[in-house]
């Protein structure tokens, strides 16, 4: 017997982590489109693209019983219905709708999650909605109504009194149902009359619930109804039903997951085209959680294989070179798979970047301003950890080049600039970091308005001051050159905020900039957080770990090339240079390391080599220690710390000095 739809079901909920997930894939696809549409001429396949994100978001929302995520999502597919045949023009009004009925589904989403302590008020967007699809004329739900006649069946099985039930008020909501004729017994079928505002795929969308799509039969009763929709021309069935989201789990059981219930439900999951970032059927879904936990047991191993090798460089050299082929292999192997694993929790960096376009856009028109924004390298990937932990700093970043940055269009024209500025948005990876470029074509930065601002803080620059130097103020906290404080920017909390940020991910800020050219701002970090490669180092008996990215070189020296120069404390001739110098231990070794632009000297007493290490979190385990960014266990079992660069370097340039 053909299982009804409760019965191969069971609790629902246990999609809900799916629907979840692909509504934010649905939605951001939904948001990228709408942004880039040319509302004087849209194209059809942009706007069939945001009918497609909605109709599966509006399908499978009502199929689990997210009702206001249904209705919602059925008004914005009203519109774009409208919009698709041409009975309307695409307006600027139309774009907020829609863009704010997106925002609506997220908050919504959020709240079945139980992320959001209200549900939010979808009413009144719902209502725009409904008024922008009628021609911004009322309501109207009945303004643009269309009847249809339906055939269901013959049916392999009786449906159950609940999902016709179900079905049926589904669709009185939509519209009203009359002249029914209900034969709901085997080989029997159903037919009944409809009349709704919505479309066929509308239609067909609420029967599917029930029925497989070959049992549907349906029929414009009015002879003035536009044909049937794109969808249904084309044979796409971008409907999510439970069965589809059913074989995912199902797909090593014998046959591919192909059941019973494929007569009642229609084609299997793999023969839908599916629309998002997962839709590939060479790619599966993996909770962070594993990833995390695999990543951590990669890092175990990584430690044990220092172990297992500082134990062999014990042995006596014929013991030692018998075992030596093993311990290369074992050395390989781990590398690769650690490799191997990391590159899992790489992600592309458009996962950030698709936040600007909306951000800049709605800040442009709150400042009156026009702003194109270019983005490249959106490929570009990085850890995931990363990822999540960079939005806030480039946030920041591009507000600033919009506020800021950017002159209003009519300053702009006066000084022989179009009137639309334009932003940069870039992202390269350069041997282990990845560089986040942000630029604009703006005022640049103004020295003697910053060197000013300076001075009303106590801060004293000389008037022969290095360019950077001066433009590392903005750095500063507290300190801005607005003239007034906005609900943008204006309090001085940003910039220092942006510095201390990636500082806390071991990256580096800097700043180029010229007067009436624009201004380039760029963010360097590295790839991952969780194992790098560092430089270790003894200083009176403990090993500490330099990351190698910071360092640039290694130099014995001798005690008379250190100097003591009046107001700046000892110094080191590199080459031409004269590097302020951090003694950490007694000895006459110098590394020689960059943070920030700066380099210092720190004098170690010895250098014992180059290694992969597993970064452990200070806070998590013991407590936040100025001066460290994290620990590692070393090949004896023993703890080292992991010296933070640009905060050692940061306090000698300050005359101070770090005591371990």
């Known amino acids: 017997m053909t299982p009804t739809r409760s019965d191969s079901l069971g609790d629902v909920s246990s999609f809900h982590a799916i629907f979840f997930e692909e509504t934010d894939e649905h939605l951001a696809e939904i948001e990228k489109v709408l942004l880039r549409l040319d509302r004087a001429a849209p194209a059809a396949d942009d706007l069939n693209a945001i009918f497609r994100a909605a109709h599966s978001i509006k399908g499978t929302s009502l199929m689990l019983g997210f009702s206001e995520i249904g209705a919602l999502t059925h008004v914005l597919e009203n519109l774009l219905d409208s919009l698709r045949n041409g009975e309307r023009a695409l307006t600027h009004r139309d774009v907020d709708a829609m863009l704010r009925a997106g925002d609506l589904v997220k908050m919504q989403v959020a709240f079945r999650k139980g992320a959001l302590k209200d549900a939010p008020d979808m009413q009144a967007v ?14 109207g739900p009945g303004a643009r109504e269309r009847h249809f006649s339906v055939r269901l069946g013959p049916l392999a099985d009786p449906i159950s009194d609940a999902e016709l039930e179900k079905m049926l008020s589904g669709l009185d909501d939509m519209g009203s149902v009359r002249n029914r004729d209900v034969r709901n017994v085997a080989g029997g079928e159903i037919r009944f009359d409809v009349s709704l505002s919505g479309g066929e795929a509308d239609l067909r969308s609420v029967l599917s619930l029930v029925v497989a799509r070959e049992l549907i039969e349906v029929s414009p009763l009015d002879p003035d109804a536009p044909a049937k929709s794109v969808l249904d021309d084309e044979g796409l069935d971008l409907f999510v039903t439970p069965q589809a989201l059913r074989t995912r789990r199902a797909s090593d059981s014998p046959g591919g997951g192909r059941g019973d219930d494929e007569g009642r439900f229609g084609r299997r999951e793999t023969d839908r085209p599916h629309y998002g970032a997962q839709g590939d059927a060479s790619s599966i879904r993996v909770s962070v959680e594993k990833i995390d936990r695999l990543v951590n047991l990669v890092g175990e191993l990584v430690i044990t294989e220092a172990i297992v090798a500082q134990q062999y460089a014990g042995l006596d050299g014929d013991a030692q070179r018998s075992e030596l082929t093993g311990l290369r ?23 950030v970047f698709t936040r600007f376009p909306r951000l800049v856009r709605e800040l442009s028109q709150r400042l009156g301003k026009e702003v194109e924004l270019r983005v490249s390298g959106e490929t570009t990937e990085l850890d995931r950890g990363m990822i999540e932990k960079i939005v806030d700093p480039l946030t920041h970043l591009v507000r600033n ?12 024209l006066a000084s022989g600039k179009p009137r639309c500025g334009v932003i940069s948005l870039t992202a390269t990876q350069r041997g282990g970091n990845v560089v986040i470029e942000v630029s604009d074509d703006g005022r640049g930065l103004d020295r003697e308005r910053i060197v000013a601002r300076a001075a009303e803080r106590g801060i004293t620059m000389a008037p022969d001051a290095p ?12 300190f801005t050159t607005a003239g007034s404080v906005t609900d943008v920017s204006g309090r001085g909390v940003g910039m220092d905020v942006v510095r201390r940020n990636i500082q806390l991910l071991r990256g580096n800020v800097d700043l180029a900039t010229r007067a009436g050219a624009g201004t380039t701002v760029s963010v360097s970090v590295p790839l991952t957080l969780a194992i790098i490669e560092a430089m270790t180092v003894g200083v009176s008996g403990k090993i500490y770990a330099l ?17 003591g120069i009046t107001g700046q404390g000892l110094t080191l001739r590199v080459r031409d240079d004269y590097l302020p110098v951090q003694r950490l231990g007694k000895g006459d070794i110098a ?13 170690v007493d010895e250098l014992i080599g180059q290694q992969q290490i597993v970064v452990k979190s200070l806070e998590a385990n013991f407590r936040r220690m100025p001066g460290f960014s994290g620990a590692t266990i070393m090949g004896d079992g023993k703890v080292a710390l992991i010296l933070d660069i640009a905060h050692t370097v940061g306090q000698v340039d300050r005359g101070t000095r770090v005591h371990h």
Do not use: K, Y
């Open 547 to 563: 990351p190698l990215a910071s360092v640039l070189e290694v130099r014995q020296i001798r005690p008379d090339e250190i100097r």
């Open 329 to 351: 292999d074992l050395a390989r192997h781990t590398r690769n798979l650690q490799e191997a694993v990391m590159s899992i929790r790489m992600v592309p960096i458009a996962a």
């Open 591 to 603: 590394v020689v390391v960059e943070a920030d632009g700066a380099r210092a000297a720190l004098l």
């Open 126 to 139: 719902e209502e725009e909605l409904r008024i922008l699809a009628a021609g911004g004329q009322g309501d």
């Open 401 to 412: 080049a919009v506020d800021h940055g950017l002159e209003t269009p009519d300053e702009r």
């Open 467 to 478: 360019e950077q130097e001066v433009w590392q103020l903005i750095f500063e906290p507290g």
